[in-house]
C-alpha cells in the first residue's frame, strides 16, 4: 500500500492541476434549465405537495437523511465520515440561512448536488455529487422543494476539519474533478429493457451503489473497470454485486435481493454496518417496483473475474479446531449446519457474502460485534457479540476458515496476522488471560 507521504504528495500535484482547471470548474455548472437563480431555499414556499411527495422519495433514494443527521436534529449535518485522507464532517443542509443551505437559491442548490461545487467551496466526494450529477432536472426540482419544507437548524459544521495538509486544499477537487468526474448525465446502458434503465438509474444514480461496492484508486477516485466489483470501506468491505457465482449474486434470485433491500434479509444474508444503516433509512423505503428494477439491472452486468478455490479439508488440525470452537460459540444462533435462524441471523450454508478475499466484515464483526438492519417487516436487529475478548488471532482465523469452508463453501484461508492488523485498527479488545 503507498504510503500517505507518497499519496499527499500525489494530492500537492492534483491540487496544481485543480489551480490550472479552476476556470473549468467554474465554468462547468448545471445542465439544467429550469433550476431557479433568485429565490433561496429559506424564502422558498412551494406549495406544491405532490412535488414535495416526490422529493421525499429522492430524498429516501439518495440516503441523505442518514448521512446529514447526527443529533442536532435531522439534516443538521455532524455526521463523521472516515476516509483514507483524514475525517470529513457532513454538512447542515437544513434552511437556516447562516449555517445551512438556506441562502443557495435552486441553482446553486443543483451545482452543489450534482457538480460538488458548494457554498464553502468545491466538495470532496465522500458527498457523492459523482453519482447524484446522473439525476435529472425534474429529481432535483422535486428534492429542492422537499428540502424548502424541513425546519432549520442552527448548526455550524466545519466539514474538513479533520483533514490535515495537503488533504483539506478544496482547490486539489478542481484538478480531481478534472481527472475523475464523468459529468454527463444519466447514459443508460444501451438495449436495457425499460425496467433495467430505471434499476440503473437508480443505482448508478441516487442510491449512489458504487461509491461503497466498487473499488477505488489512491485518490479515491472509483475504479470504472471493476464497477461493483466490491470495495474496501475501511473498517468493513461492500461485497461484489456483480453475477459472480462465488462471491457476488449469481446464484440469488432477483427475488431475493428484493426481500434483503426491503427488509434486511433474504433468509441467508443479513445486513449489517453500513449496508444495515441504507436499508434502514433508504431501501426499505423504495417501492417494489423499484426494488425489482434495481434487482434486474444488477442481474444484468457482466460477471467479474475469479472462480471458486480448493475448499480447505475438513481433516486439518486448524479446521477441527475450528468445528469445535463453532459447535461451542456459534452454532446456537447459526445453526449446526450452518442454516441461521430465518430472517433473524445469517445462515452461513450458501451464504456468498461470506467468500470474499476481503474478509474485513467478517473480522469486524467477529472482533467488535454488530447489529441486523431492523426494518418495519423485520424490526428485531438481532446482535451479534464481539469475539475478541475470548478469541486470539489464529482461534478467530480458524473458526472463519471452518465457517467459509464447511457446508458447501470454500475460500481461502485468513492470516492471522490480518486479524492482529484488524484487532489494533480496531482498537478491539485483547483476549482475556486463561485462568
Known amino acids: 500500500m503507498a504510503s500517505k507521504k507518497r499519496i499527499a504528495g500525489i494530492v500537492l500535484a492534483v491540487a496544481a492541476v485543480g489551480v490550472a482547471g479552476l476556470g473549468w470548474s467554474r465554468l462547468n455548472v448545471s445542465r439544467s434549465n429550469v433550476a431557479d437563480d433568485k429565490v433561496t431555499l429559506a424564502d422558498a414556499t412551494s406549495s406544491d405537495r405532490a412535488a414535495i411527495e416526490r422529493g421525499a422519495y429522492v430524498m429516501r433514494t439518495g440516503d441523505c437523511l442518514a448521512c446529514h443527521t447526527a443529533g442536532k436534529g435531522e439534516f443538521a449535518g455532524g455526521y463523521a465520515i472516515d476516509t483514507p485522507f483524514g475525517q470529513i464532517m457532513s454538512s447542515n443542509i437544513t434552511p437556516d440561512r447562516e449555517t445551512g443551505i438556506g441562502a443557495m437559491t435552486e441553482r446553486d442548490f443543483f451545482k452543489a448536488v450534482r457538480h460538488g461545487q458548494g457554498s464553502k467551496g468545491l466538495l470532496y466526494p465522500a458527498m457523492p455529487y459523482t453519482a447524484y450529477q446522473r439525476l435529472s432536472d425534474e429529481d432535483m426540482h422535486d428534492l429542492w422543494a422537499y428540502l424548502s419544507t424541513v425546519k432549520p437548524v442552527s448548526n455550524e459544521v466545519h466539514e474538513n476539519a ?17 481527472l475523475f468526474f464523468d459529468n454527463r448525465g444519466f447514459t443508460p446502458t444501451p438495449g436495457l429493457s425499460p425496467q433495467a434503465k430505471r434499476g440503473q438509474y437508480l443505482v448508478d444514480g441516487g442510491t449512489h451503489c458504487a461509491a461503497c461496492h466498487s473499488p477505488r484508486n489512491l485518490l479515491g477516485a472509483e475504479i470504472g473497470s471493476r464497477y461493483l466489483q466490491g470495495g474496501n470501506l475501511g473498517d468493513w468491505y461492500a461485497p461484489d454485486l456483480t453475477p459472480n457465482p462465488h462471491s457476488g449474486l449469481g446464484n440469488e434470485p432477483e427475488e431475493g435481493i428484493v426481500e434483503y433491500l426491503r427488509t434486511g434479509s433474504n433468509g441467508v444474508s443479513v445486513a449489517s454496518g453500513p449496508m444495515a444503516e441504507a436499508v434502514e433509512h433508504s431501501f426499505q423505503h423504495l417501492t417494489e417496483d423499484d426494488l425489482k428494477s434495481i434487482a434486474t439491472y444488477l442481474k444484468t452486468l457482466p460477471a467479474s473475474p475469479g472462480g471458486s478455490p480448493a475448499a480447505v479439508a475438513a481433516n486439518t488440525p486448524a479446521m477441527q479446531r475450528g468445528a469445535l470452537r463453532y459447535e ?12 441461521g435462524m430465518g430472517g433473524m441471523t445469517a445462515a452461513f450454508a450458501g451464504n456468498r457474502a461470506l467468500l470474499s478475499d476481503d474478509v474485513t466484515s467478517l473480522l469486524h464483526v467477529m472482533l467488535v460485534g454488530g447489529r441486523a438492519a431492523s426494518t418495519m417487516e423485520k424490526p428485531t436487529g438481532a446482535g451479534m457479540p464481539s469475539f475478541a475478548w475470548k478469541m486470539d488471532d489464529r482461534q478467530i482465523a480458524e473458526t472463519l476458515d471452518y465457517i467459509r469452508n464447511s457446508w458447501g463453501n470454500a475460500a481461502k484461508p485468513i492470516d492471522e496476522k490480518e486479524v492482529a492488523r484488524m484487532r489494533a485498527q480496531l482498537q478491539a479488545a485483547k483476549q482475556l488471560p486463561a485462568n
Open 328 to 339: 461451542v460459540n456459534c452454532s446456537a444462533c447459526h445453526g449446526v449446519r450452518g442454516e
Open 162 to 178: 479533520g483533514l490535515g495538509s495537503p488533504f483539506n486544499i478544496r482547490y486539489a477537487m478542481a484538478g480531481w474533478n478534472l
